[in-house]
T-cell receptor, first 114, second 114 residues
Framework: GDSVTQMEGPVTLSEEAFLTINCTYT??????LFWYVQYPGEGLQLLLK?????DKGSNKGFEATYRKETTSFHLEKGSVQVSDSAVYFC?????????????FGTGTSLTVIP | EAGVAQSPRYKIIEKRQSVAFWCNPI?????LYWYQQILGQGPKLLIQ????????DSQLPKDRFSAERLKGVDSTLKIQPAKLEDSAVYLC????????????FGPGTRLTVL
């Protein structure tokens, strides 16, 4: 079945460091791919998305490119800030009985230290 | 625009007791989801509604979990009786329709079963 495999954490970086969180997926068909972020005590928020191969999603300095050939959707940011400390979830949409189910990765906790 | 509302935010019960969670989606959103997020894992879909009809409940443990969405607006999720392994955050999410991809999440209800 469809699934998402995400880089395990926790990840600790110094402010202004480069961030990469790896995400690979398994899917039948042509899923849409997402990164959600969960700040402490809050619900999940959409960070960025890509709906077809070679699309690049971007938001708040974060980027991810939908790579069909490597079935990947890695999250990157050139210079992280303390306020980026959160849990990041990779997800895909397009699977399940309805073709519309979301599958989430296990999440990667990021802590950015000053 | 008001977000997805959930209550209560926290609930502590003893095993074999019953518990109910409530969700009010964003106004006009036809699709509603309930997810279970166990600590250290990504959200797992329990049930998906389209208006007041169930679209996918294949992962709902129907011997103890039930959900309804009367009138296609608010929804309740019930666990009866609860087990220790039901301790998790229960997330509600909604989206405008079947063809849009982004889901909007509520803050969740944290359930602890003792």
């Amino acid at each position: 079945g469809d699934s998402v495999t995400q880089m395990e954490g926790p990840v600790t970086l110094s402010e202004e460091a480069f961030l990469t969180i790896n995400c690979t997926y398994t899917a039948t068909g042509y899923p849409s791919l997402f990164w959600y972020v969960q700040y402490p005590g809050e619900g999940l928020q959409l960070l960025l998305k890509a709906t077809k191969a070679d699309d690049k999603g971007s938001n708040k300095g974060f980027e991810a490119t939908y790579r069909k050939e490597t079935t990947s959707f890695h999250l990157e940011k050139g210079s992280v800030q303390v306020s980026d400390s959160a849990v990041y979830f990779c997800a895909l949409s397009g699977g399940g009985a309805t073709g519309n189910q979301f599958y989430f990765g296990t999440g990667t906790s990021l802590t950015v230290i000053p | 625009e008001a977000g997805v509302a959930q209550s209560p935010r926290y609930k502590i019960i003893e095993k074999r007791q019953s518990v109910a969670f409530w969700c009010n989606p964003i106004s006009g959103h036809a699709t509603l989801y309930w997810y279970q997020q166990i600590l250290g894992q990504g959200p797992k879909l329990l049930i998906q509604f389209q208006n007041n009809g169930v679209v996918d409940d294949s992962q709902l443990p129907k011997d103890r979990f039930s959900a309804e969405r009367l009138k296609g607006v608010d929804s309740t999720l019930k666990i009866q009786p609860a087990k220790l392994e039901d301790s998790a955050v229960y997330l509600c999410a909604s989206k405008p329709g079947r063809t849009t991809h982004e889901q909007f999440f509520g803050p969740g209800t944290r359930l602890t079963v003792l």
